[in-house]
């Protein structure tokens, strides 16, 4: 089953289109990460699906339910992108009364648990108007999770908050993950989207311009692994050979010993090449791989 | 719904606001109950009144204040949570319907406890509660409930609701109580969707009242539906 399908959905303020029309589908069981630079799009599109606003156009279901439907928003836990908390409830209160809104109330002992895995045990007793930015967002987080939901979306998980607890929150991703819940995530954060999404998605101007695991972007992005091998000294009579045949498998060949810097045009001609090193009896030490970061990818794009 | 209403409820007995206007229902009960007789001999009053003269002082403080009062303590209760965001939470996890009505729910609640908390003081001088008289009162507090809710529905900012609060509960009787008795054909029609018309008749229909409460709400569901956060 699908945990999320899109149909052609749009949105459009007056005349001006800001998300135009996008098919979509997301597997149960994925981390999909969402990206693009401000203005993009993302925020209107995780905002139709969990029914913040209207799509003007455009179906979309979600665990398989066609929606907004009331009955799925139960299954289903949301951070949106700006979290304002009720001042005058503590974390705890929150937790205790949003789970109950999802209709799976929990008890004290679920909330102390959700909150030690947001890094706030120490803060459940204090009001959230004596909150920090980053705590706001872990609080974010903890809610969105607190009632077990199949279905997660998050909204910038991580903006705005220190690096330790940036490693604290991929962690719990990963975790989340592992336990079976899917995630839908939106992203700045180029590293952290290429470090824990199976898949990903760039949107750009309202529709989504590449989608795919980390390595089929980068092989949409490029058709050349540039390979960098570690080598001992070529023996003489071995050179001429080496080289003629390292020129039929790639290019932009450069030999200056101890290093051979070759590119080639996928993954099988490298281990072709250590094989070749081997038989002309040339020991190799290292072996780097030159691939494009996400960062690359989203820049070139 | 109940989450909502709960939460609504438990919200309102909490600050100053509230504890200021249940003394000022308590008060207003005890003493008008106690000095009923003096009401009385003040004033020429039907049998039916004199009856129920006991719960005159609390009818009277309802009629010209009732409205300002619910609008001073829910003036907010949907624009708060639009303007501050937290409305998210609430639409993400259940039905729109359930917000405005559990809403509804929470501050009707509040009133009916305050309400009878009143007309039990008020026995105690009586020796009896006036079931229709209560009702009539229930009927009214609902009416004003649902144009309280309807405004933060329609008013995105707390700012202007609470302002309108004040001028709207100050100027909503004297004008409801003007067009209830005036013969202007121009604005005499407009008694028919202000309660206090239906509250001088002396029969049942006053539950016009609680069905033009009714109709504010769907009126206010209809545009939450609408609205995007």
């Known amino acids: 089953m699908n945990a999320i399908e899109t149909k052609q959905l749009k949105k459009s303020y007056g005349e001006v289109p800001i998300v135009k029309g996008i098919d979509l589908i997301v597997e149960q069981g994925e981390i999909f990460g969402f990206l693009g630079r401000n203005g993009a799009g993302k925020s209107t599109f995780i905002n139709m699906l969990t029914d913040i606003i209207q799509p003007s156009s455009g179906a979309y279901t979600l665990l398989g339910v066609k929606s907004p439907n009331d009955q799925v928003k139960k299954r289903i836990g949301v951070m949106p992108d700006y979290s304002t908390f009720y001042g005058s409830l503590t974390a705890m209160e929150h937790l205790k009364f949003l789970s109950a809104l999802s209709g799976k109330p929990v008890a004290k002992a679920r909330c102390m648990e959700v909150l030690q895995l947001v890094g706030l045990e120490s803060h459940a007793h204090k009001k959230t108007e004596k909150f920090s930015f980053g705590m706001k967002k872990k609080l974010g987080i903890a809610q969105a999770i607190v009632h077990e939901p199949e279905l997660i979306f998050l909204d910038e998980p991580t903006s705005g908050v220190d690096a330790e607890s940036v490693i604290h929150i991929h962690k719990l991703l990963i975790q989340l993950h592992k336990s079976g819940k899917t995630i839908f995530m939106t992203s700045h954060n180029l590293d952290e989207v290429e470090k824990i999404c199976t898949r990903i998605a760039i949107m750009q101007e309202g529709q989504i311009v590449k989608i795919g695991t980390m390595d089929e972007l980068r092989n949409f992005y490029r058709s050349t692994i540039t390979v960098k091998i570690k080598h001992s000294p070529v023996p003489k009579s071995e050179q001429v050979k080496l080289q003629q045949w390292l020129e039929s498998v790639g290019t932009d060949l450069e030999m200056k010993d101890p290093y051979v810097t070759i590119n080639v045009d996928n993954e099988k001609k490298i281990a072709d090449m250590i094989r070749a090193f081997n038989q002309c009896n040339i020991d190799i030490f290292r072996v780097e791989v030159e691939e494009p970061s996400l960062e690359e990818i989203f820049l070139d794009e | ?229």
């Open chain 2, 1 to 229: 719904m109940y989450v909502i209403g709960k939460r609504e409820f438990i919200s309102l007995f909490k600050g100053i606001k509230s504890i200021m206007i249940i003394v000022i229902f308590i008060v207003t009960a005890y003493y008008s109950a106690k000095f009923s007789n003096l009401f009385m001999s003040m004033m020429e009053l039907t049998a039916r009144e004199g009856e129920h003269i006991h719960t005159f002082g609390l009818l009277a403080l309802l009629l010209l204040f009732g409205q300002l009062f619910v609008m001073g303590l829910s003036h907010d209760s949907i624009n708060r949570e639009t303007h501050e965001r937290t409305i998210r939470f609430l639409v993400t996890r259940t039905s729109r319907t359930s917000i405005i009505f559990g809403k509804f729910f929470g501050i009707w609640l509040f009133w009916l406890i305050c309400l009878t908390i009143s007309f039990l003081i008020t026995s105690i001088f009586a020796q009896k509660i006036d079931i229709v008289i209560f009702s009539q009162t229930m009927s009214l507090l609902t009416y004003y409930i649902a144009l309280t809710i309807l405004l933060s529905v329609l008013i995105s900012k707390p700012g202007i609701t609470m302002f309108l609060g004040i001028v709207i509960g100050l100027a909503f009787p004297i004008f409801g109580l003007w067009v209830s008795s005036t013969s202007n054909v121009w604005v005499s029609w407009m008694k028919f969707i202000i309660p206090y018309y239906y509250l001088f008749e002396n029969d049942y229909t006053y539950w016009l009242i609680i069905l033009l409460a009714g109709i504010m709400l769907v009126i206010a569901n209809i545009i939450f539906k609408r609205r995007e956060y």
